[in-house]
């Protein structure tokens, strides 16, 4: 499986060749020259929530594009239930869309807007009629089949949007930053209506943001997407403990990145120094070239102030600055090469206070921190 930019082996477990979708060495260019999209693998099992986690132009709405057949692949093959879709026409290939300016008909009613989709496809009135009934009461919008889209809250319309999408019971359903209009406790509840929804109804979903937030939340699994190219698929908790690049380590979620060098591989781990003096213990990751630059990657709630028991890394660093934040403590550090350290500490008792330029040990686990190349 290529799902990485360098050759390891952190790829998703593959869900086989009865995989319900299955994207094979997809290419994408618009110019003929430069490709957005740099073969694509990826295999997703039925019922699966997958996201496309990246920073803007990385070539996330090109792969909906692709799937929904708006635009046709370079190179490469999309298949569904194994079969070829490369050449289905849009309107045959029985795909719901949920895109943030894919919008409703404003001259037709809520009601008229679910049934839409219905109609087009010949489905009997009679059951045109319940159907709109359901999803209007599964997206809790009883009471507003008669208003137009103009009378409807962002909320109440990306609802409506969502119901539109699933009302003809597409097994595969797309969403290209379906919420990225609404304000965050909005968006937070909507997320929250989203994955309801599909666990009710069991369709497969592509889901499209640039938050992590969200595709932490709400994922199955995480294809994260840098210039075009796979960098890391799985699930939230494995992109999060065990990132399988600098790129990923610093995309998802907190982390520090401090320069090093490689010193040693030894016992499964690697040495290596930072701020040209003090050396600490990593797991292997990307990089165990001797003599080699690395980013040694520690996330700042696993860095210790106060050390009830050993851990494996152990430096010294200047106290900077002390953010109160509420539940938790921010401390800003400084390595003697000038390299800023975050620390995060729980809000009690334990947390400790330093006087401005005081000497602090930082104390971490091997397990929690990793050598990774250094990025291009
Ligand atoms: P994302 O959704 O991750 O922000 P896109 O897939 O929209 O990324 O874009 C990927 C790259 O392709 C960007 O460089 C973008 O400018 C380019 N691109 C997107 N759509 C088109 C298009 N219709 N014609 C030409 N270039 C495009
Ligand atoms: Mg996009």
């Known amino acids: ?23 094979i060495d997809v290419k994408k260019s618009y110019d003929r020259k430069t490709l957005v999209v740099k073969g694509f693998d990826l295999d997703v099992a039925k019922g699966e929530f997958i996201t496309l986690l990246g920073p803007s132009g990385s070539g996330k709405t090109t792969v909906l594009m692709l799937l929904a057949g708006f635009e046709s692949v370079t190179g490469g093959d999309i298949l569904i239930g194994g079969a070829p879709i490369t050449r289905t026409a849009p309107n045959k290939r029985n795909i719901g869309i949920v895109f943030q300016n894919y919008a409703l008909f404003p001259h037709m009613t809520v009601a008229e807007n679910l049934a839409y989709p219905l109609k087009a496809r010949k489905v009997a009135r009679s059951t045109i009629k319940a159907r709109v009934a359901e999803y209007l009461s599964l997206v809790e919008l009883g009471d507003f089949g008669t208003r137009h889209p103009s009378q409807l809250s962002g909320g109440q319309r990306q609802r409506v949007a969502l119901a539109r999408a699933l009302i003809f019971e597409p097994s595969l359903v797309l969403m290209d930053e379906p919420l990225g209009a609404l304000d965050k406790k909005l968006r937070e509840q909507m997320q929250f209506e989203i994955t309801r929804l599909h666990q009710q109804l069991g369709f497969t ?54 320069p090093g060098k490689v010193v040693a591989v030894e016992n499964g781990a690697v040495r290596v120094s930072i701020s040209g003096e003090q050396h600490v213990v990593t797991q292997v990751a990307d990089t165990k070239d001797i003599g080699s630059n690395c980013i040694v990657s520690v996330r700042p709630e696993k860095i210790f102030l106060d050390a009830n028991e050993a851990h ?62 250094t990025q291009q």
């Open 312 to 373: 494996d890394n152990e430096i010294w660093a200047r106290f900077m600055v002390r953010h109160y934040v509420g539940d938790f403590i921010r401390y800003y550090f400084e390595l003697h090469d000038g390299t800023e350290l975050t620390v995060k500490a729980l809000n009690d008792i334990t947390a400790p206070k330093f006087q401005k330029g005081e000497r602090a040990r930082l104390m971490w686990q091997r397990d929690d921190c990793f050598a990774f190349h």
């Open 205 to 258: 979903v592509i889901y499209v943001t640039h938050d992590q937030t969200e595709a932490l939340t709400m994922s199955d699994r995480i294809a994260v997407f840098n210039d075009g190219v796979v960098q890391q698929c799985a699930t939230p908790d494995e992109l999060y403990e065990r990132p399988g690049n600098a790129f990923v380590a610093d995309f998802i979620g907190e982390n520090n990145m401090v």
């Open 1 to 23: 499986m290529r799902q990485s930019a360098n050759g390891d082996s952190q790829a998703a477990p593959s869900t086989g060749p009865e995989g319900f979708l299955r994207f």
